[in-house]
């Protein structure tokens, strides 16, 4: 509608009944989320008249009218013929495509009434031809207005989807046959009940009374006329019997392309005429690919635009929970092959899927398609005849190794008589991979423990720990043995032997003798080194703290001579990093949580030292750190705590300080010294910054608590030394 001239127009004014009625009108205050607004019995007047076939309407306030203001604050243009409407928003002066219901400045309004006069009212039903209100016959024109253009811009879209469509062809012979019989893989036989036993059932596959013997309602069985795989349903037991959906597939040609037609199949049988079962499909998918295997996907569901069902581009998605939309995933189903070989000599012919097809019952042409285009070598599987390799790299997506060469057997790194045997054995990934260790080592393994490998699902690089020392069916013949005897799974061991290795290594084991390596009880072994080392978990981090701190081990060798033992007590040093580890695990302190102890000792600032009691050594007691010259800096118990037990202890460590100084040397002194002067630096450092710990310490000072801790060697025991 063009613009120009519309505001020249002459626009109905508010007569002096409408003036009248806005200040004989008595507003009432409402709230609405705490704002204040007034409600009128009539909020909007409306005065209409028509132009040169133009529409125009007038929209004045109560507001306004009950000051005498005669003008509108709103104007419409409708042009029916042209099939149009506009607004100007005199407030604002600006023009407005707005229908006449979202009005932003008329928002407090919409909830009073709409004043509109005989004249007004017969003037607008005339011109838009409706027999409504003024107000309702102007929104019903806008609203209908506003979906034609919407689906006119949407017909576009449409168009090409539905050209995309007609291109898809027709269904081929006998497929309701192929549905029933194939795709439809559920199937029953109905028979009467007698006291004496049935003798005889319908069959839902052969479509005849067979033969039966001693029936139980639900049990399943096999029909013995089809041979097919059945369950017995009493009719009387049941009034009806519907199968869950199954999927089947249909494959096309259709332009350049092909189309993947996906349909969703189910039976369903009334026992009052359970001879006569209804057999129900839909089509829900089609996956439109191009030469390239490029796939575009159309599903059969309802359009929110048109308001009905029909193809329309995108994925197919349902609502599942409150507000969650999702994707429905493809399902595995039966693939129609009455085409597929004349499919092979066209667009199929370079694809590998027809045989897939034939050898794959249950499969998924949209999941195979992905994968070609992903890895298109995996045409050159198929008609290698390695059926279940293309399996595992379509179902489970495995990747396969694969380099480009003129032969498949050099491209997956074996020779021709190793891919004769891959396919005989029908091996998998698996064994594909055990051939190539094979060709690598230059010995052969034994048929029989390759499957073997395979069914036990174990890896060339699991068995790398040991492999050196040990042969394939040496590997194979030991581990049957451990899980007979201990009952544990194939796999697992695996994990306890290669944990056990790396523990006798920490030992100073030689893992290289056959005693050693190949335990006669290696789960019992294994447990008994756990005891000595805490965990393979902690033995790793032991290694990983020496490339840190490599003077740990020399440390732990030397703090033999601050060792002691008198009456109820006596102190223990490290032999290893795993000691100090299982002590701060048993006790449940940060010793193993923090590497600032370790860094400590492997400067010589202070050492780790273990009190325990004599009669219960092996148990942990309190853990230390002690300077060089056995000032104790922390002794703490379970949980960072200190008890009042450790006060019966004080006597004796202090009797451990006074003997320990004839042992020390010079260098030790000079440590000592250096590590009196770090600590109290750090302690300096904790008072200006406040550092506090919280938890059972109420938010103490960190340098209090440690000042507490402290127990330094009396003066004249050092000068005596």
Not at 678 to 691: F, H, I, P, S, T
């Amino acid at each position: 509608m063009r613009k120009k001239g519309l505001l020249d127009m002459k626009m109905p004014e508010a007569t002096d009944a409408m003036v009248r009625t806005a200040k004989e009108d008595q507003p009432v205050e409402k709230q609405n989320y705490g704002h204040l607004f007034y409600v009128y019995q009539y909020g909007r007047y409306l005065a209409a008249e028509e132009e040169n076939g133009i529409l125009k309407v007038s929209l004045f306030l109560a507001d306004y009218l009950m000051l005498d203001g005669r003008k509108p604050v709103y104007s419409l243009f409708i042009d029916r013929k042209a099939d149009e409407f506009i607004g100007y928003n005199h407030l604002k002066k600006c023009w407005t495509s707005a229908m006449i219901d979202r009005l932003k400045f008329l928002q407090t309004a919409y909830c009073s009434g709409v004043y509109c006069d005989e004249a007004t009212t017969k003037c607008i039903q005339t011109y838009l031809g409706v027999d409504q209100t003024a107000y309702d016959a102007i929104l019903t024109f806008q609203t209908d207005l506003r979906r034609r253009h919407v689906l006119q811009r949407y017909k576009k879209k449409t168009n090409l989807w539905d050209a995309v469509m007609k291109k898809v062809p027709k269904l081929p012979k006998r497929w309701d046959y192929w549905i029933k019989k194939k795709a439809l893989t559920q199937n029953f036989i109905f028979y009467e009940y007698t006291r004496k036993g049935a003798t005889q059932g319908y069959c839902t596959w052969c479509e005849k009374d067979v033969p039966i013997r001693k029936p139980k309602h639900n049990q399943w069985g096999k029909c013995s006329c089809c041979g097919h795989k059945i369950q017995y349903k009493a009719v009387k037991k049941t009034q009806s019997v519907t199968t869950k959906e199954e999927t089947g597939y249909l494959i096309q040609r259709c332009g350049d392309g092909i189309v993947v037609r996906e349909f969703m199949v189910r039976m369903m049988v009334r026992m009052s005429s359970y001879r006569k079962p209804m057999v129900l499909w839909r089509e829900r998918r089609r996956f439109i690919y191009d030469s390239e295997w490029n796939c575009t996907e159309y599903s059969y569901q309802y359009d929110r635009t048109e308001q009905k069902e029909r193809w329309q581009q995108g994925e197919l998605k349902t609502i599942w929970g409150p507000g969650y939309v999702v994707y429905v995933p493809n399902e595995r189903g039966r693939v129609f092959t009455g085409n597929l070989m004349h499919l092979k000599k066209t667009i199929l012919g370079r694809s590998g899927f027809p045989e897939y097809a034939k050898q794959a019952v249950f499969t998924d042409p949209c999941e195979y398609l992905a994968r070609l285009r992903k890895q298109p070598f995996l045409e050159q599987v198929v008609k290698a005849g390695l059926m279940r390799v293309a399996k595992e790299m379509v179902d489970k997506n495995e990747k396969l190794t694969y380099v480009p060469a003129k032969e498949l057997s050099k491209a997956l790194l074996i020779d021709n008589a190793r891919l004769k045997r891959l396919r005989d054995a029908d091996g998998g990934m698996l064994y594909l991979e055990w051939l190539c260790q094979e060709k690598k080592q230059g010995r052969v393994i034994e048929e029989g423990v390759i499957r073997w490998m395979q069914e036990k699902e174990l890896h060339p690089t699991e068995l790398t720990f040991i492999s050196d020392r040990m042969s394939p069916v040496q590997i194979k013949n030991y581990l049957e043995r451990q899980s007979a005897e201990t009952g544990e799974k194939v796999k697992d061991l695996i994990a306890t032997w290669t944990d056990y290795l790396v523990m006798a290594k920490r030992l100073g084991l030689d893992v290289t003798d056959p005693i050693i390596y190949r335990a006669r009880q290696l789960v019992r072994r294994h447990d008994e080194l756990v005891q000595r080392l805490g965990s393979a978990g902690m033995v790793h981090r032991a290694e990983e703290l020496e490339k840190t701190y490599p003077k740990l081990p020399e440390i732990c060798i030397q703090l033999k001579k601050y060792e002691y033992s008198s009456g109820k007590y006596k102190i223990i040093a490290p032999q290893r990093v795993e000691d100090i580890l299982i002590e701060g695990e048993k006790l449940q302190h940060c010793i193993n949580r923090q590497d600032r102890y370790f860094e400590r000792m492997n400067s010589r600032e202070s050492y780790i030292l273990f009190l325990r009691k004599t009669d219960n050594e092996k148990e942990p007691f309190y853990t230390l750190e002690v300077e060089p010259n056995g000032t104790i800096r922390q002794k703490r118990t379970r949980y960072n705590r200190q008890l009042e037990d450790i006060e019966k202890a004080e006597g004796f460590l202090k009797k451990w300080q006074k003997q320990l100084q004839k042992k020390l040397r010079i260098e030790d002194f000079e440590l000592a010294k250096r590590s009196r002067e770090l600590r109290n630096q750090e302690m300096e450092d904790l008072r200006k910054n406040e550092v506090r710990v919280h938890g059972n310490f109420g938010g103490k000072l960190l340098a209090d608590l440690l000042a507490e801790d402290l127990m330094e060697v009396a003066a004249e025991e050092v000068l005596a030394a």
